[in-house]
């Protein structure tokens, strides 16, 4: 009897164990589409799919969840993020997938990876999983927040194989190369603590994006900078044949292209090394990608012209999208600055409106426009985190009726496969 009740209790145990672990985490493969089993996001065309069917993309950054994630008292705010996504409708989250040298570190120097932190990551991808965002994974940044690539110069230096002190010696250093390199094949196959799933073979990472915002001051023809992302991408595609793969461009027309002068914000954007097509012609680039900041670019603009400008912008990149590259385009970061002259939140919000309705417009012609991620999102008392772009979306009303009006009419134009149930609450 003794035994029988010990046996009974055993198994009762595990049982509430593995309903535990499955509400907790197995669970997360049912939040997406009930009763079955979560599925790539992938291209057709100028269009993101899901098994067969359209998806578009309205979500936010916030690039700060890894960093928050790694003490265990601050996690909590992570989770509340992602929840406030998901309420809102929004489906894809941009964040760093980097954290080089210094505080909290990732990799703590080429080729050392801080477990504690790795685990921090770990977190970030289950529990979106959980409430049924997935995450476009940033690689690295091309500036020095959270290291970038003045970080992996500065290491090639102190081992003493770097060939120039310049930051763009990340792009065509063979020993910098070398250290990203494996930096991109431990992220991929690294397994996931939580789900016990490789990253590269996770549904809940949307996509990988190559660097933030690259630029080659030292190289204007584009060439230095062509020759890495070519080299990059066809890495990643070596490794991971699930994801979809981005460079994580602003958008500017290289210095040959004629819209370098009837598009580009200024003369400038066509000497930083970077060329919109020619980078995104690659063939192992699945989708572009692209920021909108006339506040940054054409500071001295009216706002009457800034808004001018962001529909002459969205509108050349998505026709880029159908008659050039015939992929989708995404914009992956937008905003307007609260430090700007004369900023109002009424005027924020224009701005925000007027990219959400050309996408909205995009996507019921079946045009390339696949996508926003708004720069950016965060939750009460994270304000190390906050820039002159950050909101708290509950402490927004207009911000946040906005992106959920846009969740739910996009949801009407073809239906997100995965969300149903998710749309049915939200809007």
Known sequence: MGVRNGMLYHILGLLSVLAFVYMSFG???????EGSEVAFVQRNGTQFVVDGKAFYVNGWNSYWLMFQSVDVDSRHRVREMLKTGAKMGLTVCRTWGFNDGGYHALQTS????????????????????????????????????????????????????????????FFFDPSIRSYFKNYIKTILTRKNTITGIEYRNDPTVFGWELINEPRCMSDPSGDTLQEWIEEMSAFVKLIDKNHLVTVGLEGFYGPHDPKSSTVNPGYWASQVGSDFIRNSKISNIDFTSVHIYGDQWSYKQEFEDQLKFVSKW???????????????????????????????????????????????????????GAGTLIWQFLVDGINEFSDEYGIVPGGNSSTYSLLVEQSCRLAKVKGWPQQDVKFKQVC
């Open 110 to 169: 080429p080729g050392r990876f801080d477990e504690q932190a790795f685990k921090a990551l770990d977190y970030v991808i289950a529990e979106a999983g959980q409430q049924g965002i997935r995450l476009l994974l940033s690689l690295v940044n091309n500036l020095e927040g959270l290291g970038g690539k003045p970080q992996y110069v500065k290491w090639a230096w102190q081992d003493g194989v770097g060939l120039s002190s310049s930051d763009d010696s």
């Open 27 to 33: 669970g997360l493969r049912f939040r997406f589409e």
């Open 314 to 368: 969205m509108l050349s990149h998505i026709e880029d999208g159908d008659e050039v590259l015939h992929k989708p385009v995404l914009f992956s970061e937008y905003g307007l600055s609260q430090r700007i002259q004369n900023f109002s939140a009424s005027d924020r919000e224009k701005i925000h409106k007027t990219i959400l309705d050309i996408i909205y417009k995009s996507a019921k012609r079946n045009k390339s």
